[in-house]
């Protein structure tokens, strides 16, 4: 078992130790009513064994769409209004059992209902262990783009069992590892090393990676400045799931071109070497998160104009100058050429 600590809650990583989540709760939560949002995939799979586990406590389920389409205005209100209809109280406690949409939308739900309810993370995704479900950021969807709406909010509680992963899809699966590769490029040159061999991740990978998130968070909460090299990758990433309808690619496989393009720049700039970038597009086939022809990015440079990092002064746009290395550059976009 693996603690880490946060500023004001810790995250949890247990492998096959889900028998210990009720307990957790006890801890820090005195009641006995427990409303958990989650997808209908992961409440088809695991919430017999959920409850079992809680069944100390009383469970409502309030089961969404599973996708990102699920992180719309329209989903927020209908979870909002199922919550008030089980009787749902300012001093209970949410949780967000799934993967990031869960999470995502539960911790804006958990921000906004009654201007704040307390709420856990369960993920069970590889793509929300490593990313979605650390560090706060909470939010939905517009038309004109992702995460346009949301808040920071940090839960009391991030609890990750690696053993969800035995049941996910191999393309979900890949889809986290995009984002630990990320976590590697742009905070820990031991973890991109590993995952250039790796195809499976353990408990040791997963702490790596939540690790160069935690220190980023830590040094900036709100995202002004060394938080955005998180986003190495997904100003473009964004918009090629935005322009596809969020049908096409899932969100680790737009990343993962969205990291090319940003080695792309970051080459263009003088800032990145060839080698890299053919290195990681390298990994990222060998992965099956992207495959030739890739996508240009002439064809995306539309869809970045409401990216949340232009500001009044530009676009703050990540490159990687060597692995483990990352650092915010200022462009027009006239730059992007």
Not at 82 to 87: P, Q
Not at 115 to 136: E, K, N, Q, W
Not at 228 to 241: K, R, Y
Not at 286 to 300: G, I, Q
Request: with cysteine; hydrophobic share 40%; aromatic share 8%.
């Amino acid at each position: 078992m693996t603690f880490i600590k946060m500023e004001d809650y810790e995250i949890t990583l247990s492998p096959g130790g889900l028998d210990q989540l009720s307990n957790m709760i006890k801890a820090m939560y005195k009641d006995v009513h427990l409303f958990v949002i989650t997808d209908h995939h992961v409440y088809q799979l695991y919430h017999e064994k959920f409850s079992a586990v809680l069944n100390d406590f009383l469970i409502q389920y309030v089961v969404i769409e599973p996708g990102e389409k699920s992180k719309s205005l329209k989903t927020y209100q209908n979870v909002i209004d199922t919550l008030i209809e089980k009787g749902i109280k300012r001093s209970h406690l949410l949780v967000g059992f799934g993967g990031g949409v869960v999470g995502d939308l539960t911790g804006f739900v958990a921000a906004t209902l009654y201007r704040g309810i307390p709420y856990i993370h369960v993920p069970t995704s590889l793509l929300a262990m490593v990313d979605s479900s650390i560090g706060g950021k909470v939010g939905i969807d517009l038309p004109q783009g992702k995460n346009l709406i949301g808040a920071f909010n940090n839960p009391i509680m991030v609890f990750i069992d690696t053993d969800f992963l035995k049941t996910l899809p191999q393309r979900d699966y890949r889809n986290g590892l995009a984002e630990m590769i990320k976590a590697g490029l742009i905070g820990d040159k031991k973890l991109y090393h590993a995952l250039l061999e790796k195809e499976e991740v353990g408990e040791t990978e997963i702490a790596q990676a939540i690790h160069v998130k935690r220190e980023l968070v830590l040094s900036d909460p709100y995202d002004q400045k060394e938080r955005m090299l998180l986003n190495f990758g997904h100003t473009f990433g964004h918009a090629i799931e935005k322009k596809h309808h969020y049908e096409t690619y899932l969100h680790g496989e737009a990343v993962s071109y969205g990291m090319l393009i940003a080695l792309e720049v970051g080459i263009q700039l003088g800032e990145t070497k060839q080698e890299l970038y053919d290195e990681v597009k390298a990994l990222l086939i060998k992965r099956k998160l992207v495959c030739e022809p890739l996508l240009a990015m002439e064809d995306y440079k539309d869809a970045i104009v409401h990216d949340k990092k232009f500001l009044s002064d530009g676009l703050h746009f990540i490159v990687v100058t060597r692995p483990g290395d990352a650092k915010i550059v200022t462009l027009k976009m006239e730059d992007f050429s």
